[in-house]
């Protein structure tokens, strides 16, 4: 158990569908990083929040977009939902967000696009 | 671009036997740390080792080493006595020290025979 935990587990919608995943990081850390894994496209780096603010930005497409709230936790909006969405979201957290430090991620949430 | 290169997409080892998983990357970067994650059957993403370009020396974490080629930018991971709880998917990722966009490769499946 890493200390990051996702809600919810599973997830199934439909195309055109809006979802939320939500992660809260382990106690202490500040930062916050969203992967998706795929069949097709891999392990993708999605964002990175520190403290609330956006620290750096990979593959992530106009339809999402992710906050880190005052408490820390963060949440992934997926919206306009396609069927090559569906996917595994994972979210990591780490002390203070630096190249040094180990990100820890959690179970992540299966999103399945019908 | 930074791009990582797992040329392996599946091997098996026999329990208590070794093996190396490969891979290699691209980058014009000098400064970069170099990682290993396992994830088994579970899903979750587990940090099996770390390197960082400028240190020559090879890291070890217990049954894990890696052998560190950056002429060559190679990073293959050697595991030692291969335990069944082993079995799992392995990713190479990379991260430059400017960027928190960490690149993942596609992954080796490994499964260790008993």
């Known amino acids: 158990d890493s200390g990051v935990t996702q809600t919810p587990k599973h997830l199934i919608t439909a195309t055109g569908q809006r979802v939320t995943l939500r992660c809260s990081p382990r106690?202490?850390?500040?930062?916050v990083y969203w992967y998706q894994q795929s069949l097709d496209q891999g392990l993708q780096f999605l964002i990175q929040y520190y403290n609330g603010e956006e620290r750096a930005k990979g593959n992530i497409l106009e339809r999402f977009s992710a906050q880190q709230f005052p408490d820390l936790h963060s949440e992934l909006n997926l919206s306009s939902l396609e069927l090559g969405d569906s996917a595994l979201y994972f979210c990591?957290?780490?002390?203070?967000?630096?190249?040094?430090?180990?990100?820890?991620f959690g179970p992540g949430t299966r999103l399945t696009v019908l | 671009a930074q791009t990582v290169t797992q040329s392996q997409p599946e091997m098996s080892v026999q329990e208590a036997e070794t093996v190396t998983l490969s891979c290699t990357y691209d980058?014009?970067?000098?400064?970069?740390?170099l990682f290993w994650y396992k994830q088994p059957p579970s899903r979750q993403m587990i940090l099996v080792i770390r390197q960082e370009a400028y240190k020559q020396q090879n890291a070890t974490e217990n049954r894990f080493s890696v052998n560190f080629q950056k002429a060559a930018k190679s990073f293959s991971l050697k595991i030692s006595d291969s335990q069944l709880g082993d079995t799992a998917m392995y990713f190479c990722?990379?991260?430059?020290?400017?960027?928190?966009?960490?690149?993942f490769g596609a992954g080796t499946r490994l499964t260790v025979k008993p």
């Open positions: 990591a957290s780490s002390v203070e967000g630096g190249l040094r430090d180990e990100q820890f």
């Open positions: 980058t014009s970067e000098s400064n970069y740390y």
């Open positions: 990722a990379f991260m430059i020290y400017s960027g928190d966009d960490m690149r």
């Open positions: 106690s202490g850390d500040l930062s």
